[in-house]
C-alpha cells in the first residue's frame, strides 16, 4: 500500500498524479493526502479574511485558526480542492472517494487551544486557537474503501476529541496515518526537486538521506519543508521505512519520486 | 432503511434532527442528504458572485450554473455545510461521513448543457450550464457505510456522465436514491409545518395527500415546494410508499415529522 502526500501548491500536475495513481493502484492501493494552501490563502483574501501565520519557539510555522478563518479553511480544503480533485480522478477512471478529518472521525486530534508563538522576537501565548494535533486515525474507514475498490482522497481539517473541527499538520496527520497503516513507502510531492541544500537554487538537491539521520538536515528545510521533514521523522518513527520527496510538476510526479528522482529518505 | 431530506434554511434545529437520528438508528439505517441554499447565496453575495435563479417554460424554478457559481457551491454545500453537520453528528455519538454526490460517482446526472428559461415572458436559451438530472446513484457505497455502522450524510453536487461536476436537483436526486435503495418511507425537512394552502398562512396546512394524487396539489406548492412535490412523485413512482414532510424546526423534527404532524404523503 502506498500513501501519497501532494501539496496545495499552485503548478502541481494532477493529471499526471491521477495517471500515475492509476497505474500504481493496478498492482497496490493507493491512499492520497492533499492539500490546499494556495487555495485558501486566495479566498481568505477574496473574504478579506486574515490569514495569520505564526511560528512557534522552535521555529515551525503555523496558522492561527479562529472561527472565520475554519469557514475559509473548510471551504477551500474539503469544498473546492477535494471535490475537484475527486473528479479528476473519476475522469482517470479511477473511483475516487473525498474524506475530511472529521468524515468518520477519520482524523481525531489532541485540541492545542492555546499555543505559543514568536512575534517581533517575543514569546507570546495566543488562545482561541482551532487546531490540533492527530494522535490517531480511522484506519477502518479507509480499509472498507479500499477493500472495494475506492481511493480515498483526504484532506484536513480533523475533528478534535471534543468534537470541534479543527486545524492540524498535514503532514503530522499523514504520517500517523500511515505509522497506523502499517506502510513501508510514503511519497510527498510539492513545488520543488526535493529537499534542496539552497532553496532558491533547484540544482543543489539532495538525493539521499539517511531515515535515521533526518534531524542533521533539518537546517536546509525552512518552513513547510521543515514540517514535512518533522513529518516524515515522526513517519519513520511509526514504522515506515522509505520516504520520497519528489517534485509534483513532472509529467510523471509519483512514478518519478518512487524512481528516486528527488530525494529519498532511507 | 430512512432517508431524511433537510432543507437548507438557517432555522433548521439540526441538534434536534441529530437527536432524533441518534435515536432512530437504533432500529433502523438512516441516510440524511442536506441542501444549503442560504449558505450558498450568503457566500456568493460575499464574493460577488450572482446567483442567477431561473424559471423553466413548466414553472419549475433553479440556479443558472457557470465555473464560477459552481466554485461557490461546492464550498458551501461540500465544505462549509457538510462538515459542519457531519462534525455536529459526532457531539451526538453519531459516526457520520460526509458525501458528495461526486465521491464514489454517488450521483451520475445527465448533463442539461442548454436549458430553456423562461425571463419577463420571453422564452431563451442559456449555454454553459453545469447542472444536469440525477439518473443513477451508487447505493453499494451507502450500504458498505451503512454495513459498517455510518451515517452516510450526503449533499450535492453531483457528476456528469463525463465527470464534470454539475449541480443538480436535491430532491429529484434524493428521491432516485430512494428508489435505488428500495425504501418505503421517506422524510422532508423544511422551515414550514408542511405543505400549506397558503404559504403565507402556517395554520393552512394540508395534513394528507394521496400518492396517486400528487399532481392535484401542485397549484399550492410555489418554488422550490413545487420541486419538493415533483421529487415525491418521483420517489412515490420508484416504489416509496409514504412520504412526510415536517417542520425542521421543532424540537424534534424527524419523531414528529414521522408521528404524522406534518403533511404524509401516503
Known amino acids: 500500500m502506498l500513501l501519497i502526500k501532494t501539496?496545495?501548491?499552485?503548478?502541481?500536475?494532477?493529471?499526471?498524479?491521477?495517471?500515475d495513481v492509476a497505474e500504481i493502484r493496478a498492482t497496490e492501493p493507493v491512499i492520497l493526502v492533499h492539500g490546499a494552501s494556495v487555495r485558501r490563502d486566495e479566498l481568505a483574501a477574496r473574504l478579506s479574511v486574515p490569514v495569520r501565520k505564526v511560528v512557534?519557539?522552535?521555529?515551525?510555522?503555523?496558522?492561527?485558526?479562529?472561527?472565520?478563518?475554519?469557514?475559509v479553511f473548510l471551504m477551500a480544503y474539503a469544498g473546492l480542492a477535494n471535490k475537484q480533485i475527486v473528479a479528476r480522478f473519476q475522469n482517470h477512471g479511477v473511483n475516487a472517494v473525498g474524506l475530511s478529518g472529521v468524515d468518520g472521525r477519520l482524523w481525531q486530534a489532541k485540541a492545542k487551544k492555546?499555543?505559543?508563538?514568536?512575534?517581533?522576537?517575543?514569546?507570546?501565548?495566543?488562545?482561541?486557537?482551532?487546531?490540533?494535533r492527530v494522535e490517531t486515525t480511522n484506519v477502518g474507514l479507509l480499509r472498507i474503501l479500499l477493500d472495494h475498490g475506492y481511493l480515498p482522497v483526504v484532506c484536513p481539517p480533523a475533528l478534535s476529541f471534543e468534537n470541534e473541527i479543527v486545524n492540524t499538520d498535514n503532514d503530522t496527520a499523514a504520517a500517523v496515518m500511515a505509522g497506523e497503516l502499517g506502510l513501508e513507502r510514503m511519497v510527498y510531492l510539492f513545488e520543488a526537486p526535493g529537499l534542496l541544500r539552497d532553496p532558491n537554487d533547484e540544482t543543489s538537491l539532495i538525493?539521499?538521506?539517511?531515515?535515521?539521520?533526518?534531524?542533521?538536515f533539518l537546517p536546509f528545510a525552512r518552513e513547510r519543508m521543515k514540517k514535512k521533514l518533522l513529518g516524515v521523522k515522526r513517519a519513520v518513527d511509526a514504522g515506515v521505512k522509505t520516504v520520497y520527496f519528489g517534485d509534483g510538476r513532472t509529467p510523471n510526479p509519483v512514478k518519478d519520486a518512487l524512481a528516486g528522482k528527488g530525494t529519498v529518505i532511507a
Do not use: H, Q
Open 7 to 19: 501539496g496545495g501548491g499552485k503548478d502541481i500536475n494532477w493529471d499526471g498524479v491521477c495517471r
Open 56 to 71: 512557534s519557539p522552535s521555529g515551525v510555522s503555523s496558522v492561527y485558526t479562529n472561527a472565520e478563518a475554519m469557514e
Open 114 to 132: 492555546e499555543i505559543l508563538i514568536v512575534e517581533n522576537g517575543k514569546t507570546k501565548l495566543l488562545k482561541d486557537n482551532l487546531s490540533g
Open 207 to 216: 538525493s539521499r538521506i539517511d531515515r535515521f539521520k533526518i534531524e542533521e
